[in-house]
């Protein structure tokens, strides 16, 4: 990677990087305890930093303009997106960690903060990653356009992949994935998606409105 990319994209790679760590932390968790949380773990973590990565080739693209190479990357990134989000639900495997009341298993208390570290990483990579596709964007009513199509796909992919167990790469057989999706969208599958599509686009609104450098009105010193 050129220099000038890493000094423009510094606090992405670092994020990408720790999320490379902690996948490999994942791994060695798992060697040692043997806990299927761990497993899953690293592969998530894994995909989060993945769209962190894809967010940093679209603003290449998009800035270089090359229409066919930045339509490409972002739909890989509209993959890989979600998946950063997803780790929200994963907060839910703390319960397998064997926590009853006051737990003295200090194995339980180490997965309970790695579970933790991985899930605020997860949504950290999430922020960045969409708020770089924003800033990819040529006009304020794509990237308008591209938050809400990416909380919405975000919504209903954490649906699919906590309820029906289907993951990313389950989009090589598109066709038997589409049937299976149409026979089984219900009332809950909505009332999830849209549920968890608003937490997706509040959580940017808020990134949004912490970072971005407030302007000052005239007369103000």
């Not at 769209?51 to 990134?77: D, M, P, Q, T, Y």
């Not at 057989?173 to 009332?191: G, K, S």
Request: proline share 3%; aromatic share 16%.
């Amino acid at each position: 990677m050129k220099p000038q990319i890493m000094d423009s994209y510094s606090k992405e790679i670092k994020l990408a990087s720790l999320c490379l760590c902690q996948a490999a932390t994942s791994a060695v968790l798992f060697s040692i305890y043997r806990h299927w949380v761990y497993n899953w773990f690293s592969w998530n973590i894994f995909l989060a930093g993945g769209a962190v990565g894809l967010s940093i080739l679209l603003c290449e693209a998009s800035k270089k303009r090359r229409k066919v190479a930045f339509a490409i990357i972002f739909i890989a990134w509209l993959i890989f997106f979600p998946n950063a989000p997803y780790m929200v639900t994963d907060i839910m495997h703390i319960s397998a960690l064997g926590f009853y009341g006051a737990s003295y298993d200090i194995s339980a208390w180490i997965g309970l903060f790695y579970i933790t570290s991985c899930v605020l990483l997860g949504i950290l990579a999430g922020l960045f990653a969409l708020d770089n596709a924003v800033k990819a964007m040529s006009h304020k009513l794509t990237a308008v356009l591209t938050v809400i199509a990416a909380s919405l796909l975000s919504g209903y992919a954490m649906y699919i992949g906590r309820f029906l167990r289907f993951n990313s790469w389950n989009l090589i057989n598109p066709i038997t994935l589409l049937n299976y999706l149409v026979h089984d969208f219900n009332l809950f599958a909505a009332q999830f998606s849209l549920l968890a599509a608003c937490f997706v686009a509040g959580s940017y609104g808020v990134y949004v409105f912490f970072t971005r450098p407030t302007k000052l009105k005239r007369g103000t010193p």
